[in-house]
Protein backbone atom coordinates (compact mmCIF):
# COMPACT_ATOMS: atom_id res chain seq x y z
CA UNK A 1 0.00 0.00 0.00
CA UNK A 2 1.55 3.13 -0.68
CA UNK A 3 0.65 6.16 1.84
CA UNK A 4 1.23 10.19 1.11
CA UNK A 5 1.31 12.35 4.31
CA UNK A 6 0.81 15.88 3.11
CA UNK A 7 0.84 18.60 6.16
CA UNK A 8 1.65 17.74 9.65
CA UNK A 9 0.80 14.26 10.56
CA UNK A 10 2.43 11.30 11.77
CA UNK A 11 3.18 7.98 10.27
CA UNK A 12 1.38 5.98 12.62
CA UNK A 13 -1.99 8.38 12.15
CA UNK A 14 -1.71 8.00 8.48
CA UNK A 15 -2.14 4.24 9.19
CA UNK A 16 -4.84 4.72 11.31
CA UNK A 17 -6.69 5.72 9.09
CA UNK A 18 -5.88 3.12 6.35
CA UNK A 19 -6.83 1.00 8.90
CA UNK A 20 -10.13 2.83 9.72
CA UNK A 21 -10.78 2.56 5.79
CA UNK A 22 -10.32 -1.32 5.61
CA UNK A 23 -12.10 -1.99 8.56
CA UNK A 24 -15.49 0.44 7.17
CA UNK A 25 -14.98 -1.13 3.67
CA UNK A 26 -13.72 -4.74 4.35
CA UNK A 27 -11.49 -3.81 1.27
CA UNK A 28 -8.07 -3.62 0.87
CA UNK A 29 -6.51 -0.43 0.46
CA UNK A 30 -3.84 0.43 -2.54
CA UNK A 31 -3.27 4.01 -2.15
CA UNK A 32 -3.86 6.35 0.70
CA UNK A 33 -3.42 10.29 0.02
CA UNK A 34 -3.55 12.53 3.86
CA UNK A 35 -3.95 15.75 3.13
CA UNK A 36 -3.68 17.51 6.64
CA UNK A 37 -5.18 21.49 6.86
CA UNK A 38 -4.95 22.63 10.46
CA UNK A 39 -7.68 20.34 12.01
CA UNK A 40 -9.50 18.93 8.96
CA UNK A 41 -8.23 15.54 7.26
CA UNK A 42 -9.04 15.18 3.60
CA UNK A 43 -8.24 11.23 2.99
CA UNK A 44 -8.46 10.53 -0.64
CA UNK A 45 -7.87 6.58 -1.54
CA UNK A 46 -8.28 4.00 -3.69
CA UNK A 47 -9.20 0.56 -3.12
CA UNK A 48 -7.49 -2.99 -4.73
CA UNK A 49 -9.02 -5.23 -7.34
CA UNK A 50 -11.32 -7.01 -6.24
CA UNK A 51 -12.12 -10.44 -8.50
CA UNK A 52 -15.19 -11.00 -9.79
CA UNK A 53 -16.95 -14.36 -10.43
CA UNK A 54 -19.65 -14.36 -12.85
CA UNK A 55 -22.86 -16.08 -11.47
CA UNK A 56 -25.85 -16.91 -13.48
CA UNK A 57 -29.27 -18.53 -12.89
CA UNK A 58 -29.12 -22.01 -15.42
CA UNK A 59 -32.03 -24.59 -14.58
CA UNK A 60 -32.76 -22.74 -11.33
CA UNK A 61 -29.37 -22.48 -9.78
CA UNK A 62 -27.40 -20.15 -8.99
CA UNK A 63 -23.68 -20.77 -10.39
CA UNK A 64 -20.70 -19.67 -11.21
CA UNK A 65 -19.39 -23.06 -13.06
CA UNK A 66 -21.04 -26.17 -14.19
CA UNK A 67 -18.29 -28.76 -12.98
CA UNK A 68 -19.28 -29.77 -10.39
CA UNK A 69 -22.94 -31.00 -11.62
CA UNK A 70 -23.88 -34.64 -12.39
CA UNK A 71 -24.54 -36.17 -15.91
CA UNK A 72 -28.30 -35.52 -15.75
CA UNK A 73 -28.39 -31.96 -14.43
CA UNK A 74 -25.77 -31.27 -17.68
CA UNK A 75 -27.54 -32.61 -19.96
CA UNK A 76 -30.55 -30.49 -18.63
CA UNK A 77 -28.64 -27.48 -19.48
CA UNK A 78 -27.83 -28.92 -22.75
CA UNK A 79 -31.72 -29.08 -23.85
CA UNK A 80 -32.37 -26.12 -22.79
CA UNK A 81 -33.97 -23.12 -25.04
CA UNK A 82 -31.33 -20.39 -25.35
CA UNK A 83 -33.13 -17.38 -26.30
CA UNK A 84 -31.69 -14.35 -28.43
CA UNK A 85 -32.27 -10.63 -28.08
CA UNK A 86 -30.50 -9.91 -30.96
CA UNK A 87 -33.39 -10.86 -33.72
CA UNK A 88 -35.87 -8.33 -31.65
CA UNK A 89 -36.20 -5.99 -34.50
CA UNK A 90 -38.37 -8.56 -36.43
CA UNK A 91 -41.04 -8.95 -33.95
CA UNK A 92 -44.26 -7.30 -34.79
CA UNK A 93 -46.84 -5.14 -33.06
CA UNK A 94 -49.88 -5.80 -32.13
Known sequence: MNIQITGNASPAEAQAYADYLENKYNRKLEALDVNIDGDYADLHYTFSNVPFERIRRITGYLV???????????????????????????????
Not at 74 to 93: F, G, N, Q, W, Y
Open 64 to 94: GTMDMWNDAKTAEEKDRVKHSLSDSSSMERI
